[in-house]
C-alpha cells in the first residue's frame, strides 16, 4: 500500500527512443523496475475487498474511490518517465511496437491498467492519448475493486475525461465492488456535468439499462440523487427518461418515499411536478402520505393531499394515513370529519 505522499500531484511524463502517437514515447522504462505482468485481455478477476471510506484530498487521489492502484513501485515506474513540452506537439505514428504495447496493456498488482494510473494522476495530455491508443475492450477494464477508468473519471470529476471515454464508447454499464455504475457514482457525489456527458448524445436503448441498473444497496441512480438531494441530476435524469416510480430493492421506497423521508419538499415537488405516482406503495403497503403523517410533516401531507393523495389506503398493518396523524391538529385538519369513528375506526369514505 502506498503511503500518503502518493496524494500528491505529480505529471505522468514519458521519455523513450521511440515516439508514437503525438509525441508519446516508449513506454519500455515503465517496466524497468520489475517483470513484466500479464498484458491485459480482460476485465480483472482478482478478488476485491470489503467496502472502503470515503476519500479524503488528504489521503492518496485513489484511495477515495477504492483503488489501490499507487504503489511505491508504480509511483517511482511513473517517476521514470519524461516527456518534453516540445516533443508533446509532434506527430507520429499511431502504431505501437510489441514491446510499447506491452508496456501500455501492463496492469499493476491492484489490476490497475495504465490509464487507470494516468487518470488517478489526473495527467489530462496522457490519458487523453491513451484513450485515442487504446481499443474500447482496453478503455473497458476494470481493476481489482472493478473499477473502470470512467468510474475514476467521474469520481474525479475530469469531465474532459468521461466525454471522451463515453465518445470512444466505453461501457456505461460496467458496476464497481458495490455495485454502481459511473452514473450511479455521479448522482451520489454531484458530479453535474459527468452525469450529463454521459447523457448527451446516449440513445435511449442504451441509457434504458443504466437507469434501471440497482446497485448492491438496491438503489438507482435516481434513488441515489434523490437522497443526496441533487436537484439538477434529478431533472437530468427524468428528462432522459428515468422510470420516476422505480422501486428501490430493500423496502420497495419511490424516488417520492426518499424525499418524503427526508422532508425535502423540492424533490417532493419536482416529482409529483413530473408525474411521479402520488399512491406509490411500499412492500408493507404505506404510501409517502403514510410517510409523511408518520414523520410528522404537515407541509409535505398536504402537498400530497393537494396532488390527490388517497387518504384511506391501508398498509399491511391496517392503517390509514390517519391512524398515524398521532394528534397533530396540522395534519388532522388535513382529514375531513376525522372525529367520526365506529369501533375505533374511522368511517371517512365508508359505505353504508
Not at 501500455?104 to 490497475?112: M, P, Q
Amino acid at each position: 500500500m502506498a503511503s500518503d505522499d502518493c496524494c500528491k500531484d505529480e505529471s505522468l511524463e514519458f521519455a523513450g527512443e521511440n515516439r508514437t502517437d503525438s509525441g508519446i514515447d516508449s513506454y519500455r522504462s515503465i517496466l524497468k523496475s520489475e517483470e513484466p505482468r500479464e498484458p491485459i485481455s480482460g476485465s480483472s478477476s482478482t478478488d476485491i475487498s470489503g467496502p472502503r471510506e470515503k476519500f479524503s484530498v488528504d489521503e492518496r487521489l485513489d484511495s477515495d474511490y477504492c483503488s489501490t492502484s499507487i504503489t511505491a513501485e508504480s509511483q517511482t515506474e511513473l517517476e521514470s518517465c519524461s516527456l518534453s513540452s516540445a516533443q508533446k506537439e509532434q506527430t507520429h505514428s499511431t502504431e505501437l511496437s510489441e514491446q510499447e504495447e506491452i508496456s501500455l496493456t501492463t496492469i499493476t498488482e491492484e489490476g490497475d491498467t495504465f490509464l487507470h494510473l494516468a487518470i488517478i494522476h489526473e495527467d489530462d495530455f496522457i490519458t487523453q492519448s491513451l484513450i485515442k491508443l487504446f481499443p474500447k475492450e482496453i478503455l473497458d477494464i476494470q481493476n481489482n475493486l472493478y473499477q473502470s477508468p470512467l468510474h475514476l473519471a467521474t469520481y474525479l470529476n475530469l469531465t474532459d475525461v468521461v466525454k471522451s471515454l463515453v465518445e470512444k464508447g466505453a461501457s456505461l454499464e460496467l458496476q464497481d465492488q458495490d455495485g454502481n455504475t459511473a452514473l450511479h457514482v455521479a448522482c451520489q457525489h454531484g458530479q453535474n456535468e459527468c452525469a450529463s456527458e454521459m447523457t448527451r448524445n446516449v440513445s435511449h436503448s442504451k441509457l434504458a439499462p443504466v437507469l434501471e441498473t440497482q446497485n448492491w444497496r438496491g438503489l438507482a441512480c435516481l434513488h441515489l440523487a434523490v437522497l443526496n438531494r441533487q436537484h439538477q441530476i434529478m431533472k437530468l435524469l427524468v428528462k432522459k427518461g428515468a422510470d420516476l416510480n422505480i422501486q428501490e430493492g430493500t423496502s420497495g421506497k419511490t424516488a417520492l418515499h426518499l424525499a418524503v423521508e427526508l422532508h425535502d419538499i423540492t424533490s417532493v415537488k419536482l416529482l409529483l411536478s413530473r408525474g411521479a405516482k402520488v399512491d406509490a406503495t411500499m412492500f408493507n403497503g404505506c404510501t409517502p402520505l403514510h410517510l409523511a403523517v408518520g414523520r410528522q410533516d404537515a407541509t409535505i401531507a398536504n402537498l400530497l393531499c393537494q396532488s390527490g393523495a388517497d387518504t384511506m389506503l391501508r398498509n399491511m398493518e391496517d392503517e390509514t394515513a390517519l391512524d398515524l396523524a398521532d394528534g397533530n391538529d396540522d395534519i388532522l385538519a388535513l382529514f375531513p370529519f376525522d372525529d367520526i369513528q365506529i369501533s375505533g375506526r374511522s368511517v371517512v369514505g365508508v359505505k353504508f
